[in-house]
């Protein structure tokens, strides 16, 4: 009996130092392996961010592009060039990376606009109130803009899907005059 004694109390002895040495080695690995899950995660969400801000700064700039064409900055003014400018807002648009792509003149009235399903030159007084309140409605500071610069915000619909608008002001050939603005709302499902 007493040899059986001595026998657990130095097996408990014994014992408790290696429990404590596997505990400590389990949370020591499991620290580990989240750290290196961290690190991959943190390196996947930062390429996923770069990738949507590459292709954000692309669109941006495709928008930007648009505002600076001749057929644009005189398309408030000269009723003869909307044809051209119906073909150059047709071209972008056929990206297909808008929800809705909007024109507007310097009085902020609608000249052009699109949907993800249907065009409409706005010009034409047969376009009605319902497409009309469909209009995406430009940043304020795109009246107010110096340049050629591109303002974004991101934006909800009706479907509670979310969007990036992205506005240009419009200037006329010196870039002194604002002529207007155009309005894009990007398809984030696309993403």
Not at 135 to 145: E, G, I, N, S, Y
Not at 185 to 190: C, E, G, N, Q, V
């Amino acid at each position: 009996m007493l040899r059986s004694k001595s026998f657990l109390t130095y097996f408990l002895i014994c014992a408790i130092p290696l429990l404590l040495l596997a505990a400590l080695n389990y949370w020591n690995g499991m620290r580990s392996a989240r750290s290196t899950l961290e690190s991959i995660l943190e390196e996947d969400v930062h390429a996923y961010t770069a990738g949507v801000d590459h292709w954000l700064e692309n669109e941006g700039n495709q928008v930007l592009k648009l505002a600076v064409t001749p057929e644009i900055q005189r398309a408030g003014n000269d009723p003869s060039v909307r044809k051209t400018v119906h073909a150059t807002l047709k071209s972008a648009w056929d990206f297909g990376v808008f929800k809705s792509l909007a024109l507007f003149d310097r009085n902020r009235q609608p000249l052009w606009f699109s949907t993800s399903t249907q065009q409409w030159e706005i010009w034409d007084a047969g376009v009605d109130s319902a497409v009309r309140s469909q209009l995406p409605r430009p940043d304020d500071r795109v009246w107010t803009a110096p340049g050629n610069v591109l303002f974004e915000r991101p934006v909800e619909d009706a479907s509670s899907k979310g969007g990036v608008e992205l506005a240009v002001p419009i200037h006329n050939e010196t870039g002194l005059g604002n002529e207007g603005a155009i309005v894009a709302i990007l398809d984030l499902d696309r993403l």
